[in-house]
C-alpha cells in the first residue's frame, strides 16, 4: 500500500546533539512539508518542497535544516540550535501540481530531549 | 497570529446524537477548506474538505458547512459514534503561493459517550 513512512517513531535527542528524522513516500507525491505539534497547538510548518532539490521555509524554520535529493525522500534535522525541539513531528505530502490537494499525513516522531 | 481558529478545545456529545464542530479563519484568501481527525500518536487523517465555490459538502456521516461571509466552517457528524473520538483540526489554504500550504486550528477533542 502507498503511504508516508516517518522514522523512529520515539527519538532522544542529547544537549547539543542534531539528529534526523526521516519521511519517506511512496506515494508519487512531488509536495513534501515538515510540521511540529506542541500539546494544546494546531500544527506550525517548518519546511516545505515542492519539487526536488527545492525547499522552502515555513513559518518556524529556525534551528532545522532539510533537504530534498530524492522525490521520495524529505529528511528533516533538528540541530543544536534550536532550543526547545521537544515536539511531535509530521510529514506530509500531496501532490503538488494541483490545488486544492488533501495533505497525506505519516504517522509522526516524538523527539524528546534527554 | 492565529489565522484558523478552533475556540472550543474540548466537545463531548452521546453516541447516536449530532456533533457539531466549529472553525473560524481570517484570512479572506483562503479557498480551500479541510478536516482532519487525529488518534494520539497518529498523523492526522484527512477526513472531508470544501472548496469556497461551494457552501456544503457530504460524505456519508460527515458534512462540512461554509459560510463565506462569516469567514466560519462547521462539521457535522450525525449519528456520532464512539469510535469517532478524537482530536479534529480545521486547516485552510490558499496563500497564493500555488504551495498547498495549510494554516491548522488547534484542535477540538471529541468524546462520544456510548
Known amino acids: 500500500d502507498g503511504g508516508i513512512t516517518q522514522s523512529p517513531k520515539y527519538l532522544f535527542r542529547k544537549e547539543g546533539q542534531n539528529v534526523t528524522l526521516s519521511c519517506e513516500q511512496n506515494?508519487?507525491?512531488?509536495?513534501m512539508y515538515w510540521y511540529r505539534q506542541d500539546p494544546g497547538q494546531g500544527l506550525r510548518l517548518i519546511y516545505y518542497?515542492?519539487?526536488?532539490?527545492?525547499?522552502q521555509k515555513g513559518d518556524i524554520a529556525e534551528g532545522y535544516s532539510v533537504s530534498r535529493e530524492k522525490k521520495e525522500s524529505f529528511p528533516l534535522t533538528v540541530t543544536s540550535a534550536q532550543k526547545n525541539p521537544t515536539a511531535f513531528y509530521l510529514c506530509?505530502?500531496?501532490?503538488?501540481?494541483?490545488?486544492?490537494?488533501?495533505?497525506?499525513f505519516g504517522d509522526g516522531t516524538r523527539l524528546s530531549i534527554l | 497570529d492565529q489565522q484558523v481558529k478552533q475556540n472550543s478545545p474540548s466537545l463531548s456529545v452521546q453516541e447516536g446524537r449530532i456533533s457539531i464542530l466549529n472553525c473560524d479563519y481570517t484570512n479572506s484568501m483562503f479557498d480551500y477548506f479541510l478536516w482532519y481527525k487525529k488518534y494520539p500518536a497518529e498523523g492526522p487523517t484527512f477526513l472531508i474538505s470544501?472548496?469556497?465555490?461551494?457552501d456544503k459538502n457530504e460524505d456519508g456521516r460527515f458534512t462540512v458547512f461554509l459560510n463565506k461571509s462569516a469567514k466560519h466552517l462547521s462539521l457535522h457528524i450525525v449519528p456520532s459514534q464512539p469510535g469517532d473520538s478524537a482530536v479534529y483540526f480545521c486547516?485552510?489554504?490558499?496563500?497564493?503561493?500555488?504551495?498547498?500550504?495549510?494554516?491548522f486550528g488547534t484542535g477540538t477533542r471529541l468524546t462520544v459517550i456510548p
Open positions: 470544501i472548496s469556497s465555490i461551494k
Open positions: 506530509a505530502s500531496t501532490r503538488g501540481s494541483l490545488l486544492n490537494q488533501p495533505q497525506h
Open positions: 518542497s515542492q519539487i526536488v532539490n527545492d525547499f
Open positions: 506515494l508519487n507525491h512531488d509536495a
Open positions: 486547516a485552510a489554504s490558499g496563500d497564493q503561493t500555488g504551495a498547498n500550504n495549510l494554516f
